[in-house]
Each structure stands twice: as C-alpha cells, then as structure tokens.
C-alpha cells in the first residue's frame, strides 16, 4: 500500500518522525509506504488540488490514496470548520474514492497541547494552558497563537519556531496522548490504518 499525504512543508518535518512510530505499533508487519508531498504555507485548493491529487493515482508510480492535511484556520476565511473543510476538498477533487481529507482543528499546534509541560518547559514558563478539548481551542487565539504566547512570556528568550519546537515537544512525547484527545488526528490516522488492513483506533 502506498499513501500519498499532502501536508504543509513545516508539518513535514516535524509530525512525520512521531507518526511513523505510532504507525509502526498498529500495523507491524502491514507498514505502508508513506510518501510525503509537502507545500509551501498551506494545501492547494480548487482545480490544482484536482490535479495533484489525479497525477498521484495515475502517474507511475501510482499511489494507491492519497491523504490531504490541512490547517481549519489558514489565515484565510476559507473553512469554517472541520467538517467544511472537509467537505469543500471533497468537492474541489470532485468525489474521489482514493482521496481523503483530513484537518487538523483549528492548526497543527492542536495537537501539542496535551503535552502542556512540556512546553512549559521548553518555555521556561508556568503560564497554565488552555481548558476544554485540545481541538476546541477557538479561531481568535489558536493553538499555535497560546504556545508562541508562552514561549514569549518565558525566560527561554526566543519566540515559538514551528519545526525547531515541535519537534523538540513531540520527540519526547508518545503520539499516542494526543491521538486520544484529539478526534480529528485519530480520525487521520486511522484512516492509514484502515488503509493498510489493520485495526481501527477505538
């Protein structure tokens, strides 16, 4: 099985490493081939998502799907929320069976909450982290707007810099937390995992 995942350039480099190793646990010996594409700042939407998406089905050598991980809040009025993102991919690849949307709700930085002490540390701050489902974070102060927040509160002198800290946050955390608080991140990965024949998260 190989999967094409269409993700920001930043996401990249810093999720990948931490995905693959949740993967590797639920699939042993049913590892896809995971090939990553990754854009400058954000997906691309309307006919050039049609066309990207189509290229990787049918040029050699084909994908057998292809995933599309977006940020809900782009900087842009273009989502309102998860499932209209989702579905305004849909239409913009225009229904098809090997493409599958994915969002990241309301940015990727989401899905680094659940590991708060962790950017305390890395922050040298105590500044208390945001109440409610990681996800439910809201528009007007993102995830990624509360963690650079604490890093320029802190005594690490130094602002929030996506693949530098992320990185640095994911690498000594298990994947696996933020998979459980965060419905729209296990909605992703068990879509690799189904792919791939194997048991679906509960």
């Given at each position: 099985m190989k999967i094409t995942i269409l993700v920001e350039g930043e996401t990249e480099r810093v999720f990948l490493p931490s995905l693959r190793d949740v993967l590797s646990r639920h699939l042993a010996r049913k590892m896809p081939s995971l090939s990553v594409r990754p854009f400058d700042g954000r997906i691309p939407?309307?006919?050039?998502?049609?066309?990207?998406?189509?290229?990787?089905?049918?040029?050699?050598?084909?994908?057998?799907?292809v995933i599309a991980l977006t940020d809900v809040y782009t900087g842009t009025s273009d989502f309102t929320d998860a499932a209209d993102?989702?579905?305004?991919?849909?239409?913009?690849?225009?229904?098809?069976?090997?493409?599958?949307?994915?969002?990241?709700?309301h940015d990727f930085e989401a899905w680094l909450l659940p590991y708060w002490p962790t950017v305390q540390k890395l922050a040298k701050h105590n500044m208390r982290g945001p109440s409610g489902p990681p996800e439910q974070?809201?528009?007007?102060?993102?995830?990624?707007t509360r963690i650079k927040e604490i890093f320029e509160r802190g005594?690490?002198?130094?602002?929030?810099?996506?693949?530098?800290?992320?990185?640095?946050?994911?690498?000594?955390?298990?994947?696996?937390?933020?998979?459980?608080?965060?419905?729209?991140?296990?909605?992703?990965v068990n879509t690799i995992i189904r792919l791939s024949g194997g048991e679906i998260l509960p």
């Amino acid at each position: 099985m190989k999967i094409t995942i269409l993700v920001e350039g930043e996401t990249e480099r810093v999720f990948l490493p931490s995905l693959r190793d949740v993967l590797s646990r639920h699939l042993a010996r049913k590892m896809p081939s995971l090939s990553v594409r990754p854009f400058d700042g954000r997906i691309p939407k309307g006919d050039r998502l049609r066309r990207i998406v189509e290229d990787l089905l049918t040029k050699r050598p084909p994908s057998d799907a292809v995933i599309a991980l977006t940020d809900v809040y782009t900087g842009t009025s273009d989502f309102t929320d998860a499932a209209d993102a989702k579905a305004k991919m849909r239409e913009w690849v225009g229904g098809n069976e090997r493409f599958y949307p994915h969002v990241a709700h309301h940015d990727f930085e989401a899905w680094l909450l659940p590991y708060w002490p962790t950017v305390q540390k890395l922050a040298k701050h105590n500044m208390r982290g945001p109440s409610g489902p990681p996800e439910q974070v809201n528009h007007n102060r993102p995830p990624a707007t509360r963690i650079k927040e604490i890093f320029e509160r802190g005594k690490c002198r130094d602002s929030y810099v996506k693949p530098r800290d992320a990185l640095r946050i994911l690498k000594d955390n298990d994947l696996s937390v933020s998979i459980e608080a965060c419905p729209e991140l296990k909605a992703f990965v068990n879509t690799i995992i189904r792919l791939s024949g194997g048991e679906i998260l509960p």
